[in-house]
Antibody
């Protein structure tokens, strides 16, 4: 069955960096577009970033543009989110998700990122 | 930045029917927004319910349906079950870099 397992979360100081990973299994990762979506504590969902199946094209929400970078290693079935210059408002649970017709299909269980001094 | 609007909360009786809606501050929601819907229960990751306005995922119960209604995207639940109590979020895709969630509807089955 499809599994998406995020890792790499933790506590980081404002201005710091963190790399999240999403390990995929149970489907053909290399032919699937992928997303990251986040959810701040007690609030709603926010789309963060999208990467095409071949890794050539990436797209970002305005709130993270220029600070976050999305990449993938299709040989390792893994998605990465490099987060730089982190702010308090980046504190959230980060989910990776598969793409389905401009929406999302399968979701991981999420990983918590806390930006705090 | 477009704002996506949803009812903050709705209540439905067990076995009853309820419609959740999803509107856009930019105007009528159309099929070109590829509306999708997600269910989230406390402490869990979201689960996809509807994609591309009307399409069910393979795991979506038949009692859920998606449509366009009065310039909005709509999620209708017919024959509500206790396990349907959850937060429901809609997503509208304006373009590749603008995908906006609504703030969610808390659905109570009571």
């Amino acid at each position: 069955q499809v599994q998406l397992v995020e890792s790499g979360g933790g506590v980081v100081q404002p201005g710091g960096s963190l790399i999240l990973s999403c390990a995929a299994s149970g489907f053909t990762f290399s032919t699937n577009n992928m997303h990251w979506v986040r959810q701040a504590p007690g609030t709603g969902l926010e789309w963060v970033a999208f990467i095409k199946y071949d890794g050539i094209k990436t797209y970002y929400a305005d709130s993270v543009w220029g600070r976050f970078s999305l990449s993938r290693d299709n040989s390792r079935n893994t998605l990465y989110l490099q987060m730089n210059n982190l702010r308090h408002e980046d504190t959230a649970v980060y989910y990776c998700a598969t793409d389905r017709n401009w929406g999302f299909d399968y979701w991981g269980q999420g990983v918590l990122v806390t930006v705090s001094s | 930045q477009a704002v996506v609007t949803q009812e903050p909360s709705l209540t439905v009786s067990p076995g009853g029917t309820v419609t959740l809606t999803c509107g856009s501050s930019t105007g009528a929601v159309t099929s070109g927004h590829f509306a999708s819907w997600y269910q989230q229960k406390p402490g869990q990751a979201p689960r996809a319910v509807i994609y591309d306005t009307t399409n069910k995922h393979s795991w979506t119960p038949a009692r859920f349906s998606g449509s366009l209604l009065g310039g909005k995207s709509a999620l209708t639940l017919s024959g509500a079950q206790p396990e349907d109590e959850a937060d429901y979020f809609c997503l509208l895709s304006y373009d590749t870099s603008r995908r906006v969630f609504g703030r969610g509807t808390k659905l109570t089955v009571l």
